[in-house]
């Protein structure tokens, strides 16, 4: 389980969180969504040990969320941080020098399906490419926690349907925990089991996707777009 207690968290005088509460169970995906500046993402460098809160805990399993969880936390950040001079196939072995969870042959496999030339040089990369890369290297690990931040973001839609179905194909929900924050909440509804609302660094709502549906009889989208209203 992954538990939010009371966090909050402030850059300077900025508040990114608010007295957050929140509990994950196993096994789920789930999807964070907010306007910009909501707080998505440090909810997700909370829950990475990447950051710690001003105030209240962050636990993943038994253990306060720390900077050591990388070992069973696969983080895909929004930002770009590749070493240029690699090939790709120079990132994908380092990956899997650096985490023992990592499997080199579905890396291999992700590429042939992402269309990732391994011999090319990172720096000649496309936008699109450099995030599907990012994808790659992190859906190839089998660590029990998997965040996403924003893993659609410069993709081509053309090609956004056919990521989202190797999000499903490469995740093992039995043994992994999945949290996408993403502005692209349409093009993820069918894979998501829960949707949480990130507004102004509070958490508003919590929601099962199905059941959501058809209580209201709208898409995810439709339902997000008139919670907002009311706010």
């Known amino acids: 389980m992954i538990e939010l207690k009371n966090v909050t968290k402030k850059y300077g005088k900025q508040f990114a969180l608010k007295d957050a509460s929140l509990s994950l169970s196993p096994g789920k995906i789930y999807g964070i969504t907010g306007p910009n500046g909501s707080g998505k993402s440090t909810m997700l460098k909370l829950i990475a040990g990447l950051v710690y809160p001003d105030s209240g805990t962050v ?6 969320a720390a900077r050591s969880m990388s070992k069973s936390i696969a983080y895909l950040t929004e930002l770009d941080m590749f070493y240029e001079p690699f090939r790709v196939k120079d990132a994908v072995y380092y990956y899997e020098s650096q985490f023992a969870d990592f499997q080199l042959d579905q890396a291999f496999d992700l590429l042939k399906e992402m269309k990732i030339d391994g011999e090319q040089k990172i720096r000649n990369l496309s936008k699109g490419n450099r995030g599907r890369l990012k994808l790659t290297l992190t859906l190839a690990r089998k660590a029990p926690v998997v965040l996403l931040d924003e893993p659609l973001s410069g993709l081509d839609p053309l090609v956004r349907e056919s990521i989202v179905k190797s ?15 993403t502005h692209e909440i349409n093009e993820i509804e069918q894979i998501l089991d829960e949707v949480i609302v990130v507004l102004n660094g509070r958490i508003e709502d919590k929601r099962n996707v199905e059941e959501l549906r058809e209580e209201f009889g709208v898409s995810l989208l439709q339902w997000f777009k008139t919670f907002l209203k009311d706010k």
């Open 167 to 181: 999000l499903i194909s490469y995740l093992d929900l039995e043994k992994q925990t999945v949290l996408i924050a």
């Open 59 to 64: 636990s993943v399993g038994n253990d306060p």
